[in-house]
Nanobody, 117 residues
Framework: QVQLVESGGGLVQTGGSLRLSCAAS????????MGWYRQAPGKQRELVAR?????RTNYADSVKGRFTISSAENTVYLQMNSLKPEDTAVYYC?????????????WGQGTQVTVSS
């Protein structure tokens, strides 16, 4: 069973920065991709950023140029700069394993990010 543990959330003012971390219970090289999603109150969960096992990254348009996803050893990071109130949400780490017959998605418990105006 894969465990993902997020940390680094908190309260920050508009324009500030936060760095989220996601520690996996096994090598991230065993995953096809890892990513960060977020869910704001009353809204659907949305993809924020994703990084493939080959290092390819993609971002939601709303965070391009402000957020950066990276990985090292067993941890995936999300550096968030120039934060806006609309970035307020619970941020979830996810990992994907694509097998021959099925795809498994793993989720962390989430970490709250609140950006005050």
């Amino acid at each position: 069973q894969v465990q993902l543990v997020e940390s680094g959330g908190g309260l920050v003012q508009t324009g500030g920065s936060l760095r989220l971390s996601c520690a996996a219970s096994r090598s991230i090289l065993s995953f096809n991709a890892m990513g960060w999603y977020r869910q704001a109150p009353g809204k659907q969960r949305e993809l924020v950023a994703r990084i493939s096992s080959g290092g390819r990254t993609n971002y939601a348009d709303s965070v391009k140029g402000r957020f950066t996803i990276s990985s090292a050893e067993n941890t995936v990071y999300l550096q968030m700069n120039s934060l806006k109130p609309e970035d307020t949400a619970v941020y979830y780490c996810t990992a994907v394993v694509i097998g021959s017959y099925s795809t498994n998605n793993y989720w962390g418990q989430g970490t709250q990010v609140t950006v005050s105006s």
